[in-house]
């Protein structure tokens, strides 16, 4: 525990109330409606972005918040924002609303690993009293409106209470590694909502990893369960041994991650190379079928982590992430309950789903290890200068 306390940006804080949003049906409408009633300011931080309706309606509601005189700060990620046209970003413009790109591209950076850093956290938060934290984009991908039978499975977590003051803190840190500017907005002081115990956990890549030491404690901790549920599966050797130990343990470990429907292939393919010792450890694997499983999230016994970060070498070492952790019983069963539904609705692999018969059986595997190895050297890659994240 001292690591995770030394590391530690935001304390745990009681008063605070949450609840779950199981795809875009449920989050978009949400989230606009929060926007829609804004009064003081809106701070929107976005990875994946492009133009379709969903972009609309966010364009939309801002410039209508902007209009009321709110406040209004967008941070969208410059390469996850590639897909945003020039008209709708250009749309982005009022008096109240200023937009900024993480990491914009430079011609002087075209070779330097720089480029590397993204800002992949997902976040809104609205006045100061209401914060949207998950894994959502604002893309058509995720609406079931534009696509009913194939939007992605996606989960996002609102709060209300004292950690959404964290979430502001966290923006404004963001914001001004972004931007080189200080967020003109006085410190917010949410009122306590509820009983649930609550912490912002950050990934801020270089170095300051505490989503993944969060992991490690409460893992090894576990009596009951382990659930991970992420939609790239490229794990680094520390948390394959966390699993394993884990379901040694007589731990019920289950691992949630797309089946056939999915962006990237290539990393499926390269996850599954690792579930042969995991199911022989004793771990159960369910790949999800009807949709691509795009959520992260880990459960271990009580304790609750959701946001934007992957359980990937990538994503865990290069970029900035936010997770909101919940340590609450009640609330630690409504998410499994929701877990062990796509759990249904997922095909559990067995030891002979994955074998490696013949020759190219073992040729697969030994491209995909080859590949996963170089995944590796890259997501291990150092700086010289230190993390600016403060």
């Known amino acids: 525990m001292k690591k995770l306390l030394h590391a530690e940006r935001f304390p745990w804080r009681d008063g605070n109330l949450a609840q779950l949003h199981g795809d875009g049906g449920s989050f978009f409408p949400a989230m606009l409606a929060a926007i829609a009633t804004a009064r003081e300011f809106v701070l929107l931080e ?34 996850g924002a590639l897909g945003l046209t020039s008209h709708d970003a ?31 956290r997902k976040l809104l938060v609205v006045d100061g009293t209401r914060a949207f934290v998950g894994g959502t984009g604002l893309t058509d991908d995720f609406d079931p409106a534009v696509s009913p039978e194939n939007h992605w499975r996606e989960t996002m977590l609102e709060m209300t209470g004292l950690v959404v003051a964290d979430w502001v803190e966290s923006f404004r ?27 912002v956990a950050i990934n801020s890549t270089l170095g300051h990893r505490e989503i993944k030491r969060a992991f490690f404690i409460y893992a090894r901790r576990a009596k009951k369960r382990v659930w991970l549920a992420t939609p790239y599966f490229v794990p680094s050797g520390k948390i394959r041994r966390a699993l394993r130990s884990a379901a040694r343990n007589n731990v019920d470990v289950r691992v949630l991650l797309p089946g056939p429907c999915m962006d990237h292939p290539v990393l499926r393919q390269i996850g599954r190379r ?3 010792r995991l199911l022989l450890s004793g771990v159960r694997i369910f790949e999800y079928q009807p949709r691509f499983l795009h959520y992260k999230a ?5 304790w609750l982590s959701l946001g934007s970060s992957n359980f990937d070498r990538w994503n865990l070492r290069w970029n900035l992430e936010g997770n909101q952790e919940i340590l609450d019983k009640d ?13 249904e609705a997922a095909m559990e692999i067995r030891l002979a789903d994955v074998a490696r018969p013949g020759w190219p059986g073992r040729l697969r595997h030994w491209f995909w290890s080859r590949l996963d190895q170089l995944i590796a050297r890259l997501s291990h890659g ?4 230190r993390d600016p994240f403060v």
């Open 173 to 199: 840190k963001v914001w001004r590694r972004a931007t080189g500017a200080v967020l003109p907005l006085a410190p917010v002081q949410p009122a306590a909502a509820g009983q649930l115990r609550g912490r």
């Open 331 to 343: 609330f630690a069963g409504r998410f499994a309950t929701m877990f062990a539904a796509d759990c």
């Open 298 to 302: 880990v459960l271990c016994d009580d």
């Open 382 to 385: 150092r700086f010289q200068r």
């Open 274 to 276: 690792f579930y042969p």
């Open 90 to 120: 250009g749309r982005l413009s009022h008096a109240n609303l200023t937009l900024a790109y993480f990491n914009p591209f430079r011609l002087q950076q075209f070779f330097h690993l720089d480029r590397l850093l993204r800002d992949h």
């Open 46 to 79: 976005m990875y994946l972005v492009e133009s379709g309706r969903v972009a609309d309606r966010f364009i939309d509601a801002l410039l209508q918040a902007a209009e009321r005189g709110v406040k209004v700060w967008v941070l969208f990620d410059a390469f």
